[in-house]
């Protein structure tokens, strides 16, 4: 039993110690007093002079006790509204920094698009110079193929006209053949032949 009642009272305190208004009490309290803490805790001077220096200062209750415990009440009662406050500042500033990172995130989605565009079009630009080698390799293989078929008809032409040049030599070794043998034959039955120059 009496670890029970020694167990509440630790949980009654510990839940005041924890209460904000106590912590803004405290608080409050030790910044206005630390001077009055400061000289009774580190002064060289008697205890009892300490105490009476403390206590004898003009408007003891009212700066020392009364003040600290009335602003670590506002404090207390303006917490909530303060955490409020900052937490809209806050939610304000994640805000701001989201739209932020969406900008960047905008702003490097069309650089990356405006790149992708800029690569399309030296891809396309790649392909079209390739294709104009392309048919200029094909045009000089055609003017080459042209020139050789070309140079394989003047070849052509001019075995064709060695064969009529060796035709007409050998049809002109006839004619000569003939016209002698007719000469001759001429000659053996005495005919006057007057026109046989004009034919040689």
Known sequence: MRDGLLDSTKQAISERIKSPLWGFIILTWVWFNWPNLAMLFMSDAPVKFRIDYILLQEDFYLLFVVRPIAIGCLLAIASPYINLLLSKAHEWADDKHSKVVAKIKKRQLKDAIAFAKIQVEADRAKEIINHEIDIDKKIKEGKLKQEQLNTESLKEEIEQMKRELETLAETKGNIRRARDKYVSDA???????????LIS
Do not use: L, S, T
Request: glycine share 0%; hydrophobic share 45%.
């Open 187 to 197: 000659k053996r039955y005495h005919f006057d032949v007057a026109v046989m120059p």
